[in-house]
């Protein structure tokens, strides 16, 4: 069985860029309901992998295949949320999530009879973050936090396959952040879907991931591919204890190799 | 309501009457001759006095610059969808936006004049030419503005181009497009007025012509007047309008403090 998120031997860089490539002879395979974690220094192409992978870039070598097909356009089937929150300030919070919805098929053309359904399912998914009765609030009405959980829902509404996780959370402090953890913890072990998570904080990417894959600096290659195999569920608890440590050890070696 | 408040609010009416006062006193003090700068007495004498004419003529000076603005506002918005639309559009006509922005739009007034002879025609045009740009600009502006992550976002779902205008692009240009309403109106009376006084049998720039072949000092004054509150009503309408339609861009206190 082949992998569920491909890239074979991928070398882009971006129009304008020259010849400077963004990424070379990139390789990484993800296994359908896998949870992976990209780690890299900063400016390394995490975010190229990202582009690549959803098929809003083509690469121009090498092949990149999602769900068995090769991506020739945006893969639809993916659900994406950024460090910055990107609601829409003049859509109340359900109306945000309901905005993927309006867009991909089939829902969009069934948006008008089953409106009512699509909202319940909205704020079922708002209550599963811990946003109960938010959904009437704007979203500068909400803190930082909230609104990072909303476009974590707005990711999720159309139940994607794969969903594409650009630094979630960089923009959090320490403790919204680990609360935001266990929230895509669990939406990932309730649903399990894939996810590619591109991160550069160690600890979240081992408390989070299957597998991480430490990415070399520009241009950007897969130097490491560590299983994480502490079991599951796992608990915050777990982000003490030495194996833990251990590992976040050991890849911040290779970062620091990687950035040499 | 607190004292301060009610300040704000009388404030507006207790500075325009001070200018009239401050005006009153020092055209008798100096004792400035009234064909030279006539107090705001002899300007109300003179509402009085021409009442009939300076209704008729302002109320069609309104008409030039309403329908002049209507055109911008079509016109503008369309454009600057269109140059918002397309990287390369935008460069292509911004060279030429510019360029004929920095024409005096008084300079087109022969021209127009002789294209439509002189009258209504030529002023709804200059009223139109000179306020379409900052719609343009404005409009341009918002949809260039559109965060990139966002647009991802509805890409990776298979979001149209089209789309992307729909759910993000118009509703987020918006508050640019009704801001660039408030300057819009303003230009559009300065058009209107341009025209009216070069070219035209009517209008209140034409009838401030007139007043100073005659050397009705007064008159040319009341005229300003006139421009002046129609301006302002014109500017306040359009400021109520941008908060009904964009409230949830004006939640900042910063302009309120």
Redesign the interface.
Known sequence: MSAFVTLDGVDHAYAGAGSALAVEELSIAVEQGEFAAVVGPSGCGKSTLM?LA???QFPRRGTVTVAGQKVT????I?????Q?P?L???RTTLENLL??L????PHRSEMRRRKVEFAARARNLLTSVGLRDQGEK?P?ELSGGMQQRTSLC??LI?EPQLL?LDEPFGALDAFTREELWCVIRDLQAARKITVILVTHDLREAVFLADRVFVMSSRPGRIVVERKIDLPRPRDLEVTFTPAFTDIVHELRGHIVKARQ | MNRTALLIRLSPWLFTIGLFVVWEAAVYIFKIPVFFLPPPTAIAQAFVDYSGPLARNSWITLQTTLIGFALAVGFGLLLGLVVGWSRAIYAGLYPLMIGFNAIPKVALVPILVLWFGIGFVPAVLTAFLISFFPIVVNVATGLATIEPELEDVLKALGASKLDIMRKVGIPRTLPYFFGSLKVAITLAFVGSVISESVASNYGIGNLMLQAQAQFQVPLIFAGLVVLAIEGIAMYAAMAILERRMTGWAQRSGFAQA
Do not use: S, Y
């Open positions: 582009k959803t098929g809003l356009a945006p893969v639809k993916a659900g994406m949320a950024f910055a990107t829409l300030p003049w905005l993927p309006e867009i991909v098929e704007f500068w707005r990711a159309h594409m």
